[in-house]
């Protein structure tokens, strides 16, 4: 009995592994992502400048790229941070989403979808309106302790989300948990008002940073989160086979000798790690965890051996060309990146849960 399980689970979840060219097509979008925007903005620089100067960042590459010094100054100093920090918020928000969605077995998870935003939030907007002299541009002078804060909100909104969605049983069906995490987001949502109510002097600061930017003057910001991403994709990463495993069920995971619940706690801590590191530094910035795995995985097949990866690749790019489009479609005043990402990701929600509905009706 117990063979023929395992026989049958094995031949059930047995997926198809990451295919090279769209792993070279995620590298090829990351990099068009990132010379168009260092390329483009205020002032424009050419791109093939732009890449030969990258080159130059390389020891032992020395290239003339045609830049003048205050050129230079500007690709390396003010677009670079930016840049990259789009990459790393954009890659720790899709490979947070899919993770979600494969823990759950939900197509509607989603680190805001989930509460685990806000709760993220919370625990930013405590440290940041609460600390001795809080008033300056938040997103230029994060304090370290940030993160952790972030962290700490994160956990306990998706343990929320969590809980709430079994209040009627043990099924915790999409719906259930989009309901359950609407409910703890305004929850937290609440929180967060109360605080701002009580230190009035860092409201602007605090709602610039709510809607979403990736405004920064230097590589403090991304030194903050860097070692939360590499840990985040480490430990996700390492568990995308036991994701395959677990979307066919607890009982055939079982069967193969995995261990069910323990993989899905480390998968929830791994992804809340990445989301609160990701809000940390960015604000709320929605949707990107919806938006490219659902793609990936229509385009690339439904294994999570392929859909993790990827996500980290093209949610990179995605957002480093949202901020792009953010610092550029306005004129002079930047528009929220957060509002772009919403503006993309409203209908793309819509389309998705009436696919998950078709499929379960």
Same mark, same amino acid.
């Given at each position: 009995? +117990?063979?023929?399980?395992?026989?049958?689970?094995?031949?059930?979840?047995?997926?198809?592994?990451?295919?090279?060219?769209?792993?070279?097509?995620?590298?090829?979008?990351?990099?068009?992502?990132?010379?168009?925007?260092?390329?483009? =903005?205020?002032?424009?620089?050419?791109?093939?400048?732009?890449?030969?100067?990258?080159?130059?960042?390389?020891?032992?590459?020395?290239?003339?790229?045609?830049? +003048?010094?205050?050129?230079?100054?500007?690709? +390396?100093?003010?677009?670079?941070?930016?840049?990259?920090?789009?990459?790393?918020?954009?890659?720790?928000?899709? /490979?947070?989403?899919?993770?979600?969605?494969?823990?759950?077995?939900?197509?509607?998870?989603?680190? %805001?979808?989930?509460?685990?935003?806000?709760?993220?939030?919370?625990?930013?907007?405590?440290?940041?309106?609460?600390?001795?002299?809080?008033?300056?541009?938040?997103?230029?002078?994060?304090?370290?302790?940030?993160?952790?804060?972030?962290?700490?909100?994160?956990?306990?909104?998706?343990?929320? +989300?969590?809980?709430?969605?079994? #209040?009627?049983?043990?099924?915790?069906?999409?719906?259930?948990?989009?309901?359950?995490?609407?409910?703890?987001?305004?929850?937290?949502?609440?929180?967060?008002?109360?605080?701002?109510?009580?230190?009035?002097?860092?409201? $602007?600061?605090?709602?610039?940073?709510?809607?979403?930017?990736?405004?920064?003057?230097?590589? %403090?910001?991304?030194?903050?989160?860097?070692?939360?991403?590499?840990?985040?994709?480490?430990?996700?990463?390492?568990?995308?086979?036991?994701?395959?495993?677990?979307?066919?069920?607890?009982?055939?995971?079982?069967?193969?000798?995995?261990?069910?619940?323990?993989? $899905?706690?480390? /998968?929830?801590? #791994?992804?809340?790690?990445?989301?609160?590191?990701?809000?940390?530094?960015?604000?709320?910035?929605?949707?990107?965890?919806?938006?490219?795995? %659902?793609?990936?995985?229509?385009?690339?097949?439904?294994?999570?051996?392929?859909?993790?990866? /990827?996500?980290?690749?093209?949610? =990179?790019?995605?957002?480093?060309?949202?901020?792009?489009?953010?610092?550029?479609?306005?004129?002079?005043?930047?528009?929220?990146?957060?509002?772009?990402?919403?503006?993309?990701? #409203?209908?793309?929600?819509?389309?998705? /849960?009436?696919?998950?509905?078709?499929?379960?009706?």
């Amino acid at each position: 009995m +117990t063979a023929a399980l395992r026989g049958r689970s094995r031949g059930v979840v047995k997926p198809a592994g990451l295919r090279a060219g769209w792993l070279a097509g995620g590298i090829v979008a990351v990099l068009v992502a990132a010379i168009a925007g260092l390329a483009f =903005g205020s002032v424009s620089l050419p791109p093939g400048g732009v890449a030969i100067e990258l080159l130059n960042l390389l020891p032992g590459v020395h290239l003339h790229s045609g830049l +003048t010094t205050r050129e230079v100054a500007i690709l +390396t100093e003010l677009r670079l941070p930016r840049v990259v920090l789009g990459l790393l918020v954009g890659g720790l928000l899709a /490979l947070a989403g899919a993770a979600y969605q494969g823990v759950f077995r939900n197509p509607l998870a989603d680190p %805001h979808l989930l509460g685990v935003a806000a709760g993220a939030g919370l625990g930013v907007t405590a440290v940041i309106s609460l600390r001795t002299g809080a008033v300056g541009d938040v997103t230029s002078d994060l304090p370290i302790g940030v993160p952790v804060a972030a962290f700490a909100g994160a956990l306990i909104a998706v343990a929320m +989300t969590w809980l709430l969605g079994a #209040a009627g049983g043990r099924d915790r069906s999409p719906a259930t948990l989009i309901l359950a995490g609407v409910a703890v987001s305004a929850f937290l949502a609440a929180g967060q008002t109360y605080l701002l109510q009580r230190n009035v002097e860092t409201l $602007r600061e605090v709602y610039s940073w709510l809607l979403g930017r990736l405004a920064t003057a230097g590589w %403090h910001d991304v030194l903050i989160v860097l070692p939360y991403a590499v840990l985040t994709a480490v430990i996700v990463l390492s568990q995308r086979r036991e994701l395959d495993v677990l979307t066919v069920g607890d009982e055939e995971a079982t069967g193969l000798g995995l261990h069910p619940q323990r993989s $899905r706690y480390l /998968l929830i801590v #791994a992804a809340s790690l990445g989301t609160a590191a990701a809000v940390s530094v960015s604000g709320l910035i929605g949707f990107v965890g919806i938006i490219v795995p %659902h793609t990936m995985r229509l385009l690339a097949g439904p294994s999570y051996r392929s859909i993790l990866p /990827l996500s980290v690749l093209f949610g =990179g790019a995605f957002l480093a060309l949202a901020d792009l489009f953010a610092r550029t479609a306005g004129g002079q005043a930047e528009i929220p990146i957060g509002v772009i990402t919403a503006f993309f990701g #409203a209908p793309f929600f819509i389309v998705v /849960l009436r696919r998950s509905r078709a499929v379960s009706s």
